[in-house]
């Protein structure tokens, strides 16, 4: 299936929030880089691209030296979409996209330096090619570099730079900037304490296609943190989250299952999401399905 946004596959969730003391659960998500192929929607940012997908017509447009049709490519190299995968070639497009002056290629190469796919690792080096792509009106760049200077990777740590790079990400329109800079929101990290705000920067990640937003926001509402207490619209935005394959919403959703908080109760359900979660990285999932799996069921 063809991404629908820009950028290359994230690294792993970072470390999650402790447990949470008032549910069986899992607690509120954290800051994550990109997890999904961010791709920008050729129809409304370069209409005249090859489409992703069609590969004698992106390989004879990037030998044309379009640049925006190198990164189509590469995409497809990376992904192995309708050709080999070869992650160092892909490296090698959105070079050649970078250097021809597309910044979303400076942002894959970025991510790819960072994960040391395709090239060697080199956090530093994605660190100028994400300033690179934000200096250049990418917004996906802008929040990728958020995330390393918030965390202090290739580059000093500084959690209110991150803030400013988040707020230029969302405002740019990256739908997974919106959900971090509510993260820095919701635990006044670089920024002052403002839970409301938090939510709504949850919102606007979860209703443009963040399913980590879309969790962090279904915590709010189970908390009555920054919005009202609604369970039932925390049960349905971490099934948005679970279903957008965000583990640690799956892990949420569970722990509602297993409490019968704004959903029946279904035991079954609640082990099957923690197994779920787990098997995507989620270590509180994996903790939860242990517990369940060894505590006795209920007559």
């Known amino acids: 299936m063809v991404p629908s946004r820009w950028l290359s596959i994230g690294a792993t969730l970072a470390a999650m929030a402790s447990i949470s ?34 590969l004698s017509d992106c390989t004879a447009r990037c030998d044309r030296s379009e640049a925006v049709s190198c990164v189509h490519l590469g995409l497809m190299y990376e992904a192995g979409q309708g050709v080999a995968r070869d992650e160092a070639r892909a490296a090698a497009l959105y070079k050649r996209a970078c250097d021809g002056g597309e910044p979303h290629g400076c942002s894959n190469l970025g991510f790819m330096h960072e994960m040391g796919r395709g090239v060697g690792k080199d956090e530093a080096g994605a660190v100028a090619l994400y300033r690179q792509a934000c200096d250049s009106g990418d917004a996906h760049g802008c929040g990728n570099l958020g995330f390393l200077v918030e965390t202090g990777r290739g580059v000093g740590k500084d959690e209110a730079r991150a803030v400013t790079l988040y707020k230029q990400a969302c405002d740019g329109g990256d739908a997974h900037g919106c959900g971090n ?98 098997d995507g990285g989620d270590e509180a999932g994996c903790t939860n399905l242990s517990r369940v799996r060894s505590t006795p069921t209920s007559p």
């Open 21 to 54: 003391a008032t549910t069986p659960g899992c607690g509120p998500g954290t800051a994550v880089p990109p997890e999904a192929p961010n791709v920008f929607r050729p129809t409304e940012v370069a209409p005249h691209a090859c489409k992703v997908g069609d």
């Open 181 to 278: 800079l509510g993260f820095t929101y919701e635990t006044g990290k670089g920024v002052e304490k403002d839970e409301a705000r938090a939510a709504a920067l949850y919102k606007t990640a979860c209703d443009g296609g963040d399913a980590h937003g879309c969790g962090n926001l279904g915590f709010m509402y189970t908390q009555a943190r920054g919005v009202g207490k609604d369970e039932a619209r925390a049960a349905a935005l971490d099934t948005q989250a679970c279903d957008g394959r965000d583990a640690h919403g799956c892990c949420n959703l569970g722990a509602l299952y297993e409490s019968g908080t704004g959903v029946v109760r279904d035991g079954a359900r609640a082990a099957a999401l923690y197994m779920q979660a787990c």
